[in-house]
């Protein structure tokens, strides 16, 4: 008899450690398809290291043959889910359909971008969701500095030395972080900026940053970039983006040449295209991550619903710890369905965040243990190298060389502005 065939869609957090999981799981007994755009698992939480220009690209990108082995690799765009017909259709990146059945699916397609209806923004903003964005970031603050530097107007050095970005949850105050040493780095080397200095604009409609976490890191958060001259503005967001600058919810206009978006993020459109019931815009799952009506499709990660069991009537929140934890139950419980161990609802324990600032400043509560500085910052990276699952030697080089002031600040031109539209449809098509 032909072997079952599990396919899992999507290889982020959920997707890659569903298959790892099961790749150790089945031993042969089936067939595992991890149908993904790239051939690399993205570590999203050390993005702005990369725009920082602390760390390479490649630092982040995980590749998927290397790291599971026993999985079938299978290039591609999910773009329909046939649920009657246990079928998924796909766009192979020359752009040829394909058909591919399963006997179990692994829905973990991500999320991406959540755009407003705000003027200019989809023009004028980039998203921050993948590579392509982190380092067209990266060359396009090197860019302006250097533009500031070849410029007389003192007025385009200023608006040119100007970043904005709106949304101050993990992602965004993290890129302010990074972005103000970076070039505060950057023009120190350009002595004929004078006394143009970098000015960063931190920009939120909530009341504090880092409004999802502990109150206690978003005030060292808070009090470490303000120290820095970062601009936190609170209960403030952006009402039109122009290509001179943008204007803001109070009145004000901040002439500017980068408005970076890191408002949040919804499930990637492939959700909803399913036709499978939905809750907030996420795939409906019961506590064992399975679809109602549906035992053979399972779905995790931003895509999915899942309840939560410490916040009853409530659904997890879109964070790489959940999906992690829901990408291996998602495992156990397909290999429980062959027999293979049992089947088990999903149930978590919070073990913290960790939020690096750059330079030696973090924010950390570990087991729910406020911490700061450096401590903070030796806790953080220590808790990224343990969850990269490769790359870990290369990426302690890159933080040491950063360390002694030694990043790179050449513009390669690898990736022009419309290669990352803010709209992007997942977070690693290159045109996530």
Request: some cysteine.
């Given at each position: 008899?032909?072997?079952?065939?599990?396919?899992i869609?999507?290889a982020?957090f959920?997707g890659?450690?569903?298959?790892?999981?099961?790749?150790?799981?089945?031993?042969g007994?089936?067939?595992?398809?991890?149908v993904?755009?790239?051939?690399?698992f993205?570590?999203?939480?050390?993005?702005p290291?990369?725009?920082g220009?602390v760390?390479?690209p490649?630092?982040?990108?995980?590749?998927?043959a290397?790291?599971?082995?026993g999985?079938?690799?299978?290039?591609?765009?999910?773009?329909?889910i046939?649920?009657?017909?246990?079928s998924?259709?796909?766009?192979d990146?020359?752009?040829?359909?394909?058909?591919?059945?399963?006997?179990?699916l692994?829905?973990?397609?991500?999320?991406?971008?959540?755009?407003?209806?705000?003027?200019?923004?989809?023009?004028?903003?980039?998203?921050?969701?993948?590579?392509p964005?982190?380092?067209?970031?990266?060359?396009?603050?090197?860019?302006q500095?250097?533009?500031?530097?070849?410029?007389?107007?003192?007025?385009e050095?200023?608006?040119?030395?100007?970043?904005v970005v709106?949304?101050?949850?993990y992602?965004?105050?993290?890129?302010?972080?990074?972005g103000?040493?970076?070039?505060?780095?950057?023009?120190?080397?350009?002595?004929?900026?004078?006394?143009?200095?970098?000015?960063?604009?931190?920009?939120?409609?909530?009341?504090?940053?880092?409004?999802?976490?502990?109150?206690?890191?978003?005030?060292?958060?808070?009090?470490?970039?303000?120290?820095?001259?970062?601009?936190?503005?609170?209960?403030?967001?952006?009402?039109?983006a122009t290509a001179?600058?943008v204007?803001?919810s109070?009145g004000?206009?901040?002439?500017?040449?980068?408005?970076?978006?890191?408002?949040?993020?919804?499930?990637?459109?492939?959700v909803?295209a399913?036709?499978?019931?939905?809750?907030?815009?996420?795939?409906?799952v019961?506590?064992?991550?399975?679809?109602?009506?549906?035992?053979?499709?399972?779905?995790?990660?931003?895509?999915?619903?899942?309840?939560?069991?410490?916040r009853?009537?409530?659904i997890t929140?879109?964070t790489?710890?959940?999906?992690?934890?829901?990408g291996r139950?998602?495992?156990?419980?397909?290999?429980?369905?062959?027999?293979v161990g049992?089947?088990?609802?999903?149930?978590?324990?919070?073990?913290?965040?960790?939020?690096?600032?750059g330079?030696?400043?973090?924010?950390?509560?570990?087991?729910?243990?406020p911490?700061?500085?450096p401590l903070?910052?030796?806790?953080?990276r220590?808790?990224?190298?343990?969850s990269l699952?490769?790359?870990?030697a290369r990426t302690?080089?890159d933080?040491?060389?950063?360390?002694?002031?030694?990043?790179?600040?050449?513009?390669?031109?690898?990736?022009?502005?419309t290669?990352?539209?803010?709209?992007?449809?997942?977070?690693?098509?290159?045109?996530?």
């Amino acid at each position: 008899m032909a072997r079952p065939r599990i396919v899992i869609v999507g290889a982020g957090f959920a997707g890659f450690h569903a298959a790892r999981r099961l790749a150790r799981l089945a031993r042969g007994a089936a067939d595992v398809v991890l149908v993904n755009p790239t051939d690399y698992f993205l570590y999203l939480p050390l993005l702005p290291e990369v725009a920082g220009g602390v760390l390479d690209p490649r630092r982040v990108a995980v590749p998927l043959a290397q790291t599971l082995p026993g999985v079938r690799l299978l290039l591609g765009e999910v773009d329909g889910i046939d649920p009657a017909g246990r079928s998924v259709s796909y766009v192979d990146p020359e752009g040829r359909p394909g058909e591919l059945a399963y006997d179990r699916l692994v829905l973990a397609a991500g999320s991406v971008n959540k755009l407003l209806p705000i003027p200019g923004v989809a023009d004028q903003a980039h998203g921050f969701r993948g590579i392509p964005e982190a380092v067209h970031l990266r060359e396009r603050l090197i860019q302006q500095i250097e533009l500031a530097d070849a410029a007389d107007d003192p007025a385009e050095r200023q608006a040119r030395c100007t970043f904005v970005v709106v949304g101050a949850g993990y992602t965004g105050t993290e890129v302010a972080g990074q972005g103000q040493l970076f070039t505060a780095e950057i023009a120190r080397r350009h002595p004929r900026l004078g006394d143009v200095t970098p000015r960063w604009l931190l920009l939120d409609t909530a009341d504090r940053v880092l409004p999802g976490l502990d109150r206690r890191m978003s005030r060292v958060a808070g009090r470490v970039l303000r120290t820095r001259g970062v601009e936190v503005r609170l209960g403030t967001s952006v009402t039109e983006a122009t290509a001179h600058g943008v204007r803001l919810s109070d009145g004000g206009f901040v002439p500017s040449r980068t408005l970076v978006w890191c408002v949040g993020v919804r499930p990637d459109p492939l959700v909803e295209a399913t036709g499978l019931p939905l809750t907030r815009g996420r795939l409906t799952v019961d506590e064992y991550l399975s679809v109602p009506g549906h035992p053979e499709i399972l779905a995790c990660g931003d895509a999915a619903a899942v309840p939560d069991p410490s916040r009853p009537g409530e659904i997890t929140p879109m964070t790489a710890q959940h999906a992690v934890r829901q990408g291996r139950l998602a495992a156990d419980n397909i290999a429980a369905s062959y027999g293979v161990g049992r089947r088990r609802p999903y149930r978590h324990r919070d073990l913290g965040f960790v939020v690096d600032l750059g330079g030696w400043q973090a924010a950390a509560n570990p087991l729910h243990v406020p911490l700061s500085g450096p401590l903070a910052r030796a806790v953080a990276r220590g808790y990224h190298l343990l969850s990269l699952p490769a790359n870990r030697a290369r990426t302690a080089t890159d933080w040491l060389f950063a360390g002694l002031g030694t990043r790179p600040v050449t513009q390669l031109g690898l990736v022009p502005a419309t290669a990352v539209p803010l709209d992007t449809a997942a977070p690693e098509r290159v045109h996530r």
